[in-house]
């Protein structure tokens, strides 16, 4: 009976031993599960802060695409633009003189000269051309010839109209003479 007494105690001994190591183990666990598992969720955290900035940045990419295919079609506009509504500086003379005299003529104003000064410094590759044209006329033959500068395909710009009347005019046709200063772009 002793023997089983002895054995039975070493039973005891033992399970309580492992259960000592049982909840040893199971403390150590613990402690060193809550930093993994803190971890754990810090990384996932950080994980989905990644997952947002890769999508703001692929919408930064996709916006700054959209923009580089805007500026890439602003240079094409930006000729188209030049061609349409400017005058080559090349052949500018040549053809800015007849198409002054051709809105004149089909206003029905005269003109007697026109004074041109070319600003040598090129702004945004567009070099500034200054007229000044005297311009005698009835009053709505004027309004038409400012109109038809106004509506034609070359720019212009009018910078200041001096107005004067002219003495040779009569009182059933009254003329009214106009020192215009204009200003048009050549591009190159």
């Known amino acids: ?29 613990f402690i060193l599960y809550q930093p993994a598992r803190s971890e754990y969720y810090g990384l996932q955290e950080s994980i989905e802060k990644l997952h947002g900035q890769v999508q703001s940045r692929k919408q930064s990419v996709d916006r700054l695409e959209k923009l580089n295919a805007q500026l890439e079609t602003s240079g094409q506009d930006r000729r188209e633009l030049f061609t349409a509504h400017f005058i080559s500086r090349a052949t500018g003379y ?7 005299e051709m809105i004149a003529q089909d206003a029905g104003v005269k003109t007697t000269r026109k004074d041109y000064a070319i600003d040598e410094a090129p702004q945004y590759s567009l070099y500034s051309v200054k007229i000044r044209m005297p311009v005698t006329s009835g009053y709505s033959n ?44 050549f591009y190159q």
Not at 169 to 176: Q, R, S, V
């Open 1 to 29: 009976m002793k023997s089983l007494y002895r054995r039975q105690r070493q039973q005891y001994v033992f399970a309580a031993l492992l259960g000592v190591i049982g909840v040893v183990n199971l403390l150590f666990f």
């Open 94 to 100: 040549s053809q800015i003189l007849p198409k002054l």
């Open 142 to 185: 004027i309004v038409g010839f400012i109109r038809s500068l106004e509506n034609s395909d070359t720019f212009f710009i009018i910078n200041s109209i001096d107005v004067r009347g002219t003495s040779s005019a009569t009182p059933a046709a009254p003329e009214i003479s106009l020192a215009l200063s204009l200003e048009t772009f």
